[in-house]
């Protein structure tokens, strides 16, 4: 197995919960891995090692935001389906789903496309905030606003539910 073969094996679940957490759609979750692997796939020579699960994660997310500015308007939330390690939908994963606070997913959804990109990489990867910044190239400072920005909106359209990091941190909203 080449090492392309093996990295496809190896990100292609992590990658597609990426994608479920941006999309809410298992079918547009497929597209958007697919795509990435064919970008790194382009790139594979130039890629270090290291850093081909942070390129394709990064090719995901602005493949997620190239199409969420195009079908913005017509664009209808789906409830999320969990994958298992092998990248398929697990039984498992069906009955979580139904557990899970479908507002909340449908509220960062609902979020512009940067801003939702920051908060799912920052609550579903849990990435920190230079990790974003490198993901999606951009300065910490502006992962910083967009992620308050982000909050600040979930806040309104959740009516005082408090997100996963806060409750850690003890943090109440105001």
């Known amino acids: 197995m080449s090492d392309y073969e ?5 990100a292609t679940p992590r990658l597609l919960r990426l994608g479920l957490a941006l999309t809410g759609s298992l079918a547009t979750a497929e597209d958007l891995v697919q795509e990435a692997l064919i970008v790194a796939f382009r790139r594979w020579a130039r890629l270090d090692a290291r850093g081909r699960y942070a390129y394709a994660r990064r ?10 500015r195009k079908s913005r308007a017509s664009a209808q939330p789906s409830r999320p389906t969990e994958v298992g390690e092998h990248g398929g ?15 909340i997913r449908a509220a960062v ?33 502006t992962v910083r606003s967009s992620l308050n920005r982000g909050h600040a909106t979930l806040r ?9 990091d806060d409750k850690e941190r003890d943090v109440p909203y105001k």
Do not use: M
């Not at 093996?6 to 190896?10: K, L, M, Q, R």
């Not at 090719?59 to 969420?68: K, P, T």
């Not at 609902?110 to 910044?133: C, D, G, M, W, Y």
């Open 156 to 164: 309104i359209k959740l009516h005082g539910t408090r997100l996963q």
């Open 109 to 141: 959804r609902s979020l512009p496309p940067h801003q939702q990109a920051v908060v799912t990489l920052k609550h579903f990867e849990n990435l920190s905030t230079r990790e974003i910044a490198d993901a999606l190239n951009i300065r910490e400072s």
């Open 59 to 68: 090719s995901l997310v602005n493949a997620h935001i190239d199409l969420a």
């Open 89 to 103: 939908v697990t039984p498992e994963g069906v009955l979580l789903n139904r557990e899970l606070d479908r507002e």
């Open 6 to 10: 093996t990295f496809v094996d190896e």
